[in-house]
């Protein structure tokens, strides 16, 4: 009986581990859309409706993405919410990011939505520092 309950242990470890995987895809996806959308944007407005169309070099894009995901997400990986929160603000975040750095070119106004996540960030330290 006790190498069953090991067995059992062990499985849901696994378990635990592939559904955070999955989970760490998704959020890449979501850090790198920005990236994707902009190619998306440049290929319409090139190819489909064959206009003149100046867009923001790929590298620029990228080392924007990054440079607003990866705090995002740092930050986001310390919040004291569910992972379905967690995606729905990050979704939301990367939506007002990609408006205004791709589509509009604030790219001031792009990195607004790290302002409230540092708040929240900063009102959960305390129960984030005792483990809860």
Known sequence: M?????????????????????W??????C????????????FYFSFIRNTEFESI???IVLVGSLGFGLPLAAMGGLMLFRRIIKLLLLIAAESWFI????????????F??????FVILQTQLPKIRAGK
């Open 2 to 22: 006790d190498a069953l309950s090991k067995l059992q242990e062990k499985n849901k470890i696994h378990s635990k581990l592939q559904r955070n995987t999955s």
């Open 24 to 29: 760490n895809i998704v959020w890449m996806l």
């Open 31 to 42: 850090l790198l859309s920005p990236l994707l959308f902009s190619n998306g944007y440049e």
């Open 57 to 59: 070099h790929p590298a």
């Open 99 to 110: 408006w205004f750095w791709v589509v509009s070119e604030l790219s001031w106004l792009a």
């Open 112 to 117: 607004l939505p790290l302002i409230p996540a």
